[in-house]
């Protein structure tokens, strides 16, 4: 066999070796994972492997004219130990992030994607938590570096044939054909076979059931198909303006009967506080809140990292990108949120966050959207290294205090939000708690347990202010928490947090609802409820109105609630309709026995989609 067979061979065998290790990680996905899927079967592995020949093709494109372009340079020892090491470390870095998948997931519910991985104000956040995600999952880092070894050893070596290559005409096409051939094998592999259009990420849908998107996806692909995607996932148009308006109009208007209400307006956004730690054990104090307010049991954040709260709950922005609307190039965008519907209105305005400044981007997006004042940890006084936890900024306790302290200078009326972070990874806590909280089944439990009793001395404490008579408090979460499994992992749990209006001076406003609320309510049901006339852009309703819906967005599908009933839209096509309250686990599809409940809600879904899109790319999410 000559060397350029043997080169061919080698290149083939080196492919196959990366594709068994694609196999091992999805594997290994499944098993760390297999809390959060439901209904696996043959096709979801089937489907895994198209995936992964799209990323392997896709990934190696460029070995294909390394390994086979004609020439006898290729065969020199230097050549091919070069071009082993450049294999090795470009495929073995795309393995890395499936690595990371393997825990990360449990955070995002997602695979990460290009957005996800360069989000603007997360540099360091990445370069503070490394460490620590080193050492607590440890067994990654060295899995991977055995993975590594392995798959250095199994690629082997270039053994050269003594036979001598004569390169003439004829052997020169020959070998060009090859070469030619091996490519188109490979780009077809990375396009995902002879379809119209390449393989896509909302195409795993195709082969898994709602929910198992993620084990048929592999994390290299969705990277890579995100790299130079558009931020909006879907540009379609649907409808004419007219006909637009008709379906899902974004501009409410408030004309109240009674004079506005100038209550102090509180929001605290709780880091990780979902759905699942209510009445668990773990949040006491929160429970005890919840039986003094109105309580909305089917509240749902809009997205699924704390980047995508903030706009969500103070702007009415939800989350319905590629990448987190701070992280994107509309995070400039003129907003009309609380802040500047309030400060219009009389407010003084502020937001609080404990971590160290610039983290997430918040302090930006502050600016956009019109707060006065942003306190961090650089406001933080006074300062001592026992309220530091190291990692990420203050302890809830010290803040939350420190949050009194400053509001109770305020001239009222005032609008202020703090966001809590003790409950974050890497989920660490003052030595003088270690041992105190229940530690429950996952690692964020204890820290939940903490910033559920900080929350309980804050309003300890701000009971015996002036103010508290006349506030109007909003407790809600950024997101769901980690490490959750069962129905808290459906896709309609990976959604639900707590939402809460707590009015001191207003026992009526009390009671468990069953309505569903999302973040993106909270601007508009506090318009109204404090009785304010204004016109404001809005993706969301108010809690009085009589609109049941919430839309949330999550590994390429839009995910439409309307009472009862979810609808899952691939932004073209409605893939699935179910009850959600007799059926969570999705297992029977209505589409078919549903037509006329499927056309209503799909037209919505896509109206709402193109209201989005439009709005926000021409940057019309205000009025004025």
Not at 447 to 452: A, E
Not at 471 to 483: C, G, K
Not at 542 to 551: E, G, R, Y
Not at 557 to 577: Q, V
Request: glycine letters at 6%; hydrophobic letters at 40%; proline letters at 4%.
């Amino acid at each position: 066999m000559t060397n350029f067979y043997l080169s061919l061979q080698l290149f083939l065998k080196r492919l196959l070796i990366v594709f068994v290790v694609y196999q091992l990680c999805r594997l290994l996905f499944l098993g760390f994972n297999y809390e959060a899927f439901q209904n696996v079967t043959a096709r979801t592995f089937f489907g895994g492997i198209i995936f992964d020949l799209s990323a392997i093709g896709f990934i190696n494109l460029i070995f294909v004219f390394l390994y086979l372009i004609p020439g006898k340079f290729k065969y020199q020892k230097g050549y091919q130990k070069g071009l082993k090491i450049f294999f090795f470390t470009v495929n073995l870095i795309f393995i890395a992030t499936n690595f990371v998948d393997l825990e990360y997931y449990k955070f995002t519910g997602r695979r990460s994607s290009f957005g996800l991985i360069t989000a603007k104000g997360m540099e360091n956040e990445i370069a503070g938590l490394i460490p620590t995600f080193l050492q607590q999952f440890w067994y990654l880092p060295i899995g991977f570096i055995l993975f590594g070894l392995l798959i250095w050893k199994l690629l082997g070596k270039f053994k050269p044939s003594y036979t001598e290559e004569i390169l003439n005409g004829k052997v020169i096409a020959k070998q060009i054909g090859i070469l030619f051939l091996t490519l188109v094998v490979l780009f077809l592999m990375a396009r995902g076979g002879f379809q119209s259009k390449p393989l896509r990420i909302v195409d795993a849908i195709n082969y898994s059931s709602l929910g198992n998107s993620a084990l048929v996806l592999n994390t290299p692909f969705c990277i890579l198909k995100t790299v130079t995607s558009s931020e909006m996932p879907s540009n379609q148009t649907y409808f004419k303006d007219a006909e637009l308006n008709k379906i899902f109009n974004p501009v409410l208007h408030f004309d109240p009967k009674e004079n506005p209400d100038k209550k102090n307006v509180v929001i605290i956004i709780l880091e990780s506080f979902g759905n699942e730690n209510i009445k668990k054990g773990y949040t006491p104090f929160l429970d005890s809140l919840i039986t003094k307010s109105y309580y909305f049991k089917n509240g749902f954040a809009n997205g699924k990292v704390s980047i995508d709260a903030v706009p969500s709950i103070l702007s009415s922005v939800p989350s319905l990108m590629n990448s987190p609307f701070i992280s994107t190039r509309y995070s400039l965008n003129k907003v009309y949120g609380l802040p500047k519907i309030l400060k219009n209105h009389g407010y003084n305005t502020s937001f609080f966050h404990g971590a160290f400044n610039g983290s997430q981007n918040f302090d930006q997006y502050c600016k956009v959207a019109g707060f006065e004042k942003y306190y961090g940890k650089n406001e933080y006084k006074p300062y001592e290294d026992k309220v530091f936890d190291g990692k990420w900024g203050i302890f809830d306790e010290p803040f939350l205090q420190f949050f009194c302290d400053e509001i109770s200078t305020f001239k009222e009326p005032f609008f202020t939000s703090v966001f809590t972070i003790s409950s974050h990874q890497p989920f660490i806590l003052p030595e003088k708690y270690i041992g105190k909280f229940d530690k429950g089944t996952t690692p964020v439990h204890e820290t939940v347990g903490y910033s559920d009793n900080a929350l309980r001395l804050f309003f300890n404490k701000a009971k015996q202010q002036k103010w508290y008579d006349n506030t109007i408090f909003v407790i809600t979460a950024d997101h769901t928490s980690p490490f959750v499994s069962g129905k808290d992992n459906t896709i309609i749990g990976k959604f639900k947090v707590p939402i809460l209006f707590f009015d001191p001076s207003n026992p009526a406003m009390s009671g468990v609802s069953e309505k569903n609320l999302q973040q993106i309510d909270i601007l508009p049901s506090l318009v109204d409820y404090l009785n304010i006339k204004d016109d404001v852009v809005t993706f969301g309703k108010s809690f009085q109105s009589d609109k049941n819906f919430v839309v949330t967005y999550l590994d390429n599908i839009y995910n439409y609630i309307n009472d009862d009933y979810y609808l899952a839209f691939d932004g073209k096509k409605a893939i699935g309709l179910y009850n959600w309250k007799t059926d969570p686990w999705m297992k029977k599809n209505l589409l078919g026995s549903e037509k006329k409940l499927a056309l209503q809600m799909e037209n919505f879904i896509k109206a709402y989609i193109q209201s989005f899109n439009e709005r926000v790319t021409q940057d019309k999410l205000t009025l004025k």
